[in-house]
């Protein structure tokens, strides 16, 4: 599978405290709109990331991970319940 560019359209802003920070805006798969959103103001821009084209299959595989700890989680529970 290919990977994929993706691009996080951000935006600095300041905080309740005056501090400035990044505020994501949007997301988008093409760099030709992510230019278009920077190019509009000086506090707009983009990042870059890439994201496998599996990225689905590795998802499902930590879902059945964290499915699989619950579980022995209530076995656990149960197994001590039952000893007392």
């Given at each position: ?6 691009f996080?359209l ?35 821009d ?30 656990r529970?149960?197994q001590?319940q039952?000893?007392?």
């Amino acid at each position: 599978m290919d990977d994929y560019q993706v691009f996080v359209l951000t935006r600095l802003v300041l905080d309740g405290e005056g501090q400035v920070k990044n505020k994501i805006a949007g997301v988008t798969f093409d760099v030709l709109e992510a230019e278009s959103y920077r190019d509009k103001d000086v506090t707009n821009d983009f990042e870059t990331f890439t994201v496998l084209g599996d990225w689905r299959e590795g998802a499902e595989q930590t879902n059945l991970i964290a499915s699989m700890r619950d579980f022995r989680a209530i076995v656990r529970s149960l197994q001590d319940q039952a000893l007392r």
